[in-house]
């Protein structure tokens, strides 16, 4: 997929080393982005756990108006890339990058969240690396920690169809065991099934978008908003 926006953001990282380049572009190509900003339209205050290089925060905060979106992440080399990309995007009053620890919850650490909550919480391929009890964990407090009618964001690999689970488990060892070019405990996909009874309850209303049509890899959106 190729918009202004997106085209904008990766060119925040012409600077940066080629290795971070070419995973900046991997990303961009291999992950459905477009939708997952379409899901936080109109959402004011942003959290995206574990932003990686911080892509996503970039081009939400390109797309949509929000006033802040802060990232958090364990990998303090990526946070140095995407502080440094959102100066070169002119987003850094608006996007901003913390240093988290892997336990990391919203709704009972810092970043301090904004006191109604956040109107938007996004979690993009992230819960396979934490196991499957962290990363209920982690979702029961974004759920929490979200305002009124704020919407909890997850993109991730399903465990279905099968043949597309198996391609996507070998790209993942790759890239955590290989390459070493993602961090996390586990490499584990969790099927879309487990987030929506996770969020459901937890008291938000769920809705499911399959966004795999006519692509390898098995990718759904849930959103849950808090009523
Ligand atoms: C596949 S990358 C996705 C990055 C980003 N969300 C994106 O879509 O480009 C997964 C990221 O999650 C981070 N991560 C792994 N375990 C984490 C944890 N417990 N808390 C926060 N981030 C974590 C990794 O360091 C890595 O940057």
Redesign the pocket.
């Given at each position: 997929m190729s918009d202004v926006a997106g085209t904008t953001a990766r060119r925040a990282y012409r600077s940066a080393p080629l290795t971070v380049r070419v995973h900046v572009a991997g990303?961009w190509w291999t992950?459905p982005?477009g939708p997952i900003a379409d899901a936080l339209t109109g959402a004011d205050r942003v959290l995206?756990?574990?932003?990686?290089?911080g892509?996503?925060p970039l081009y939400l905060g390109i797309r949509h108006g929000a006033s802040e979106i802060v990232g958090?992440?364990?990998?303090r080399e990526?946070l140095i890339v995407a502080r440094a990309a959102a100066l070169s995007a002119g987003l850094a009053s608006r996007v901003s990058f913390e240093e988290?620890?892997?336990?990391?919850t919203p709704a009972e650490e810092p970043p301090v969240r904004p006191t109604e909550g956040w109107d938007g919480i996004s979690?993009?391929?992230?819960l396979y690396?934490?196991g499957p009890e962290?990363a209920m964990r982690?979702l029961r407090a974004a759920a929490k920690a979200l305002a009124p009618g704020g919407k909890l964001v997850v993109?991730e690999i399903d465990t279905t169809p099968a043949w597309k689970h198996r391609i996507s488990a070998v790209q993942e060892v790759v890239?955590t065991r290989v390459l070493r070019i993602?961090?996390?405990?586990h490499n584990q996909q969790v099927a879309s099934s487990t987030v929506v009874a996770e969020l459901t309850s937890a008291g938000l209303d769920v809705t499911t978008v399959r966004l795999d049509r006519g692509r390898i890899h098995p990718d759904y959106l849930v959103v849950g908003t808090r009523p």
């Open positions: 990303r992950c982005f995206d756990v574990g932003c990686g290089h892509l996503f958090v992440e364990i990998d990526k988290v620890g892997p336990g990391y979690v993009v391929d992230v690396l934490m962290r982690l993109k890239a993602t961090q996390g405990d």
